[in-house]
């Protein structure tokens, strides 16, 4: 049986997340044991690890790294043993460099680039970026095998990640101007909308997530 941490270190929308990976895990038949967890050494033995997010990137990161032994333990199973990560939200950003939302504070540096706050040229695009919007495929990647082109993801946000590498970029959405709906690197991978917040088409993301073997 495969073990999935869902890690908590605090940030809001943990229930929501567990409940959508219960969800999607029950659609597609997967007997995984589903933890919401902040003991590093279930994190370091887990077969796939999500790492959720709400509210500004240095809080969340000084979080992240006040708990004892947490980055390290996510650090061995994602980047020693290769186990699938996904992050959510601020939990995909921080998989960033740096982030630059009140003060400049060092990521995670899993994926480089940096998390910068939305500009839209267009002046009736508001931010925060709120609500439902469609996502483009610019190259193909497992989670999105069965995502068409115009889906709708629903997102919340005022900063977005803008990886070094564009190969990076496997999702983007348009809010007066492109930026990263989803990026992957190897056996990482992030994304910008609330797939626990998006119906059908979040949980099937999910659910290729549960059987996602990079």
């Given at each position: 049986?495969?073990?999935?941490?869902?890690?908590?270190?605090?940030?809001?929308?943990?229930?929501?997340?567990?409940?959508?990976?219960?969800?999607?895990?029950?659609?597609?038949?997967?007997?995984?044991?589903?933890?919401?967890?902040?003991?590093?050494?279930?994190?370091?033995?887990?077969?796939?690890?999500?790492?959720?997010?709400?509210?500004?990137?240095?809080?969340?990161?000084?979080?992240?790294?006040?708990?004892?032994?947490?980055?390290?333990?996510?650090?061995?199973?994602?980047?020693?043993r290769g186990a699938p990560f996904l992050g959510v939200c601020v939990g995909m950003q921080l998989l960033a460099s740096k982030g630059l939302e009140f003060g400049e504070r060092k990521g995670l540096n899993w994926v480089?680039?940096?998390?910068?706050r939305l500009q839209p040229a267009d002046p009736h695009a508001k931010v925060p970026h709120m609500g439902w919007n469609t996502l483009d495929m610019p190259r193909p990647h497992p989670l999105f095998a069965e995502t068409?082109?115009?889906?709708?993801?629903?997102?919340?946000?005022?900063?977005?990640?803008?990886?070094?590498?564009?190969?990076?970029?496997?999702?983007?959405?348009?809010?007066?101007?492109?930026?990263?709906?989803?990026?992957?690197?190897?056996?990482?991978?992030?994304?910008?909308?609330?797939?626990?917040?998006?119906?059908?088409?979040?949980?099937?993301?999910?659910?290729?997530?549960?059987?996602?073997?990079?």
């Open positions: 049986m495969e073990r999935i941490a869902l890690i908590d270190y605090g940030s809001g929308n943990l229930r929501s997340a567990e409940k959508a990976l219960l969800e999607a895990a029950r659609l597609t038949g997967s007997d995984a044991e589903i933890r919401t967890t902040a003991d590093p050494d279930y994190v370091a033995q887990a077969d796939r690890l999500v790492l959720p997010g709400v509210g500004a990137f240095a809080a969340c990161m000084d979080a992240l790294d006040a708990r004892s032994g947490l980055i390290e333990a996510m650090t061995e199973a994602a980047r020693e480089p680039g940096e998390v910068r068409a082109p115009g889906t709708h993801m629903y997102f919340t946000h005022s900063y977005a990640f803008f990886p070094e590498d564009a190969s990076a970029v496997v999702a983007t959405t348009d809010h007066g101007g492109a930026f990263a709906a989803a990026v992957a690197k190897d056996n990482l991978a992030g994304v910008q909308f609330h797939p626990e917040k998006s119906q059908a088409a979040g949980l099937a993301l999910i659910g290729r997530f549960l059987a996602w073997r990079p």
